[in-house]
């Protein structure tokens, strides 16, 4: 069974392989037909054009000030995010409140939302607001789409954590 699992692995990650080593290696050993074998010369000018020089539709600047978007992006929604999924996983599971199980429940609901059918009411209301096609706009949308997942996550691991102990922070001085 592991010869077989062994097999099946490396035909899985066989595109990665050749991704990667071709990647590094010169064009003319590329266009001599070696794809799976080691670079005989590694070579990183492929990299340094895609980052520099690379086109992408009529302009061609490289791949730099997309990364950096990308960045400018993920950072702050993975922040906001999780700060208000933590905030919102300790509320559901150490306040007791009525309702607090109905709150969970709908929050639980959008894990299950398909991005599709968010994607036309979310565009009307970056619309309405003047944020459509703008980067805070782009990361309000990640930020709210992504509470409901960090919330699940949080939640789940507060559960963890004995009321007690809680109680017992609370009574040594924790805020």
Aim: proline share 5%.
């Amino acid at each position: 069974i592991y010869g077989s699992l062994f097999f099946m692995a490396a035909f899985y990650l066989m595109p990665l392989w050749v991704m990667i080593t071709t990647s590094v290696k010169h064009l003319d050993e590329i266009y001599a037909g070696s794809f799976i074998g080691l670079p005989q010369q590694i070579s990183f000018d492929a990299w340094r054009t895609a980052w520099s020089e690379a086109c992408n539709g009529t302009a061609c600047k490289g791949l730099k000030p997309y990364f950096i978007n990308s960045l400018l992006l993920t950072i702050p929604a993975v922040i906001m995010s999780t700060g208000i999924g933590a905030i919102n996983g300790y509320v559901i599971t150490k306040w007791r409140f009525p309702g607090s199980n109905v709150i969970f429940g709908l929050l639980l609901f959008g894990c299950f939302l398909p991005f599709q059918a968010v994607i036309l009411p979310m565009a009307q209301t970056l619309g309405i607001l003047g944020l459509a096609g703008s980067l805070p706009g782009l990361v309000l949308v990640h930020t709210v789409y992504g509470i409901a997942f960090t919330t699940l996550f949080f939640r789940n691991y507060f559960v963890s954590i004995p009321d007690e102990l809680v109680r017992a922070a609370k009574i040594d001085g924790a805020g």
